[in-house]
């Protein structure tokens, strides 16, 4: 076999917090590792504050404030874009890719957003951008979206895509705790954010969601299209009663052909919810801040993927891994043909079905007067709208009022949403405590 060839590609590395530190560390410490790892030279680095302690040393000449000369430094051949937010990073991107640069970002939030822009660039300046560690962190998802998994025709992907969110589920779950005691301690413990708005209610699933359903189906999402609820509404009675209904709650991401029947893609589901998960399905283990995928393909079957969702080191491993498979392109083709395993070629967007139009089971929980005739006339109000109850139980009382737990079987959320709506109505009804989708 022949030699790789020995080039040295300099990399540009935009942000040296958590992420950056640890693409950084493995980038000066090459030794036991893929050989062209050593081939990667970090040229220069981009942060905010020149004198802030770091827990790296990088030579002084090598660190700068200013981040365009980076994207537009000539002897650069790859940016690594891990700052974080939308801007400067999507105007950074760009100028990356203006300049002939290829990119590797984990910044899920500009790429959900500007993935049009930015690959449609990238493709017309004949570059790559990579972003294996914008989903799952250190799990590799994206490349086998891409290369392993792209043999199949796959038909559904449900995930785990949120650390913050698993673990406050998790510790819910086992210390019957409250979410917002919870969150103040995940907080307290760097688990969660001082804003932790885009973990809890949904949004970074929801971003990770776009970026995994485009790959899997092959076509461009709009963020928008994509359904999103967090988990701030979830009680630690819901998490007992899906306890004893056999359940877990986890925040999913979910997408889905809307039919198996058809090769093409039709319709997509897309979308994020805490979800009532049987105990027998392999997503109902993953706890704590670990991340899973699960992935439904013809004809490989299911195939999960599982690990650290976030963190230095994992997420670092994921960035690196991209700038291999770009440095491996940029030596094995120097001509610059590119490389389809790498590259984004899809243009049109996929059409997604609106959430009214999706099938799924549900779990309500309701406070109610205790009268007679209350479960007959909920039983009657679901029927007349065509929901099929599963199980209905009468559980605890408090003043007066007893709770009701519901569990339906599958139906049309228009259907189940409209028989709610009639329920809120009822003067028995003291209030709707919980509304939970169930897998
Ligand atoms: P971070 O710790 O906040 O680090 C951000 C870095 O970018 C800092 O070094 C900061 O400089 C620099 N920076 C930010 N804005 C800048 C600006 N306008 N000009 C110059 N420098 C700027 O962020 P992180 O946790 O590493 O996350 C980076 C990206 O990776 C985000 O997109 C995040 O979503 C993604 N990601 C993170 C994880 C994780 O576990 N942390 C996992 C997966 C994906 P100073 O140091 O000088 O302040
Ligand atoms: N905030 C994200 C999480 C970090 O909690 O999973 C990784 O994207």
Do not use: W
Request: with cysteine; charged share 20%.
């Amino acid at each position: 076999m022949q030699e790789l060839a020995t080039l040295s590609i300099n990399v540009g590395l935009l942000g040296l917090g958590t992420v950056g530190v640890g693409t950084a560390q493995i980038l000066l410490d090459p030794v036991g590792r893929h050989p062209l790892i050593g081939q990667l030279r970090l040229a220069r680095v981009g942060v905010r504050d020149l004198h802030k302690s770091r827990p790296i040393d990088i030579p002084a000449d090598c660190l700068t404030t200013n981040l365009e000369a980076i994207v537009s430094d000539p002897q650069i051949s790859v940016v690594v874009e891990v700052l974080g937010g939308l801007e400067p990073a999507r105007s950074l991107i760009l100028k990356a890719i203006a300049h002939g640069k290829h990119v590797v970002t984990a910044n899920k939030a500009v790429v959900a957003r500007y993935g049009d822009e930015i690959f449609t660039a990238a493709n017309q300046a004949g570059v790559y951008v990579m972003l294996e560690a914008a989903v799952g962190g250190g799990i590799p998802i994206v490349q086998p979206l891409k290369q392993a998994l792209g043999v199949n025709r796959i038909q559904a992907l449900t995930g785990i895509v949120n650390g913050t969110t698993n673990y406050i589920l998790t510790r819910m779950q086992r210390e019957a705790g409250d979410f917002s005691s919870i969150l103040a301690d995940a907080q307290r413990l760097g688990y969660a954010e001082a804003d932790p708005a885009a973990d809890v209610d949904g949004l970074d699933a929801a971003d990770k969601l776009a970026i995994l359903a485009s790959l899997a189906f092959g076509g461009r999402i709009k963020l928008a299209d994509v359904y999103s609820e967090g988990i701030r509404q979830v009680t630690a009675a819901d998490m007992a009663y899906a306890q004893r209904l056999g359940f877990v709650i986890k925040l999913l991401a979910i997408a889905r052909r809307r039919s198996d029947t058809q090769p093409v893609l039709e319709e997509l589901e897309l979308r994020v919810h805490p979800t009532l998960v049987p105990n027998s399905h392999p997503l109902a283990a993953v706890n704590d801040v670990y991340n899973a995928i699960l992935v439904e393909g013809e004809p490989l079957g299911q195939v999960m993927f599982f690990g650290p969702g976030a963190g230095a080191g994992p997420t670092a491993s994921a960035v690196v891994s991209d700038l291999i498979a770009v440095a491996a392109t940029l030596i094995t083709e120097p001509s610059g043909a590119p490389n389809p395993l790498l590259s984004c070629s899809h243009q049109h967007y996929c059409k997604v079905s609106p959430m009214a139009d999706i099938y799924s089971r549900f779990y309500l929980r309701l406070i109610a007067k205790d009268r007679p005739g209350v479960i007959g006339k909920l039983g009657m109000c679901f029927g007349n709208h065509g929901v099929s109850l599963e199980s209905i139980v009468q559980t605890g009382m408090e003043e007066d009022c007893a709770e009701i737990v519901i569990v339906s079987h599958e139906v049309r959320e228009a259907n189940f949403q409209t028989a709610l709506d009639d329920i809120r109505s009822f003067t028995e009804i003291q209030r709707v405590a919980s509304v939970l989708r169930v897998l």
